[in-house]
Structures are given as structure tokens and as C-alpha cells.
């Protein structure tokens, strides 16, 4: 048996579903159970509805931009901390259908 530990410096993936231990630890998730990360579902388009596991005590932005090769996000929504919960965001903006969406830790 072979047993690993998360990388010193954040930058590895040990329970490997594509996100760096660090940034689980910034998102509140825990970097050793795949199960635990934090993912945007993207449930309806115009009006767009987002959701999020949010993790107790953190605070997240929901960002925009409508070309990933722009320069910059565009902000949409605070989410405060809190309870543990699964969080919902509407964007009924016009022109929601081609617009891609991030969720981060400030």
C-alpha cells in the first residue's frame, strides 16, 4: 500500500478531480475526498440559473464574461458566508446564452 499526502504547496490534485489542493482550500472543499469540490452547474439558460456547494464560513463572487479571451470578469453576484448550503444565482440579463460563468473565494 501506497499512501499519499497533498503537496506542500498546494499545486498537486491528490484526490485527482482536476482541482489544485489549493484551490479546494480557497473554495472550502477538502482536497483528499474527489467527491468534495466546488462546481458551478449551470441549470437554466435565459433567464441563467447558476448553483454552487457553498462551504460553511466562505465567501464567493459569481463572475461573467461573454468571450474567454476577454481581459476581464464582470461581476454579478456576492454570496456572504454562512451556513453550509447550496446556493442559487439568476442572471436575467439579455444576452445570458452565450456567457460564460466562474465562481471564486474573494
Known sequence: TILRQPESNGSGDFDGDGMTDLAEFMGGTNPTLASSSLR???????PAVLR????????????????L??????FLQNVPSGLARTVQVTNSAAGTT????RVRTP
Open 52 to 67: 454552487f456547494d457553498a462551504a460553511a464560513n466562505k465567501a464567493y463572487t459569481v463572475e461573467h464574461k461573454d468571450n
Open 69 to 74: 479571451s476577454a481581459s476581464s470578469w464582470t
Open 98 to 101: 452565450n456567457r460564460f460563468y
Open 40 to 46: 458551478l452547474l449551470m441549470l437554466g439558460i435565459n
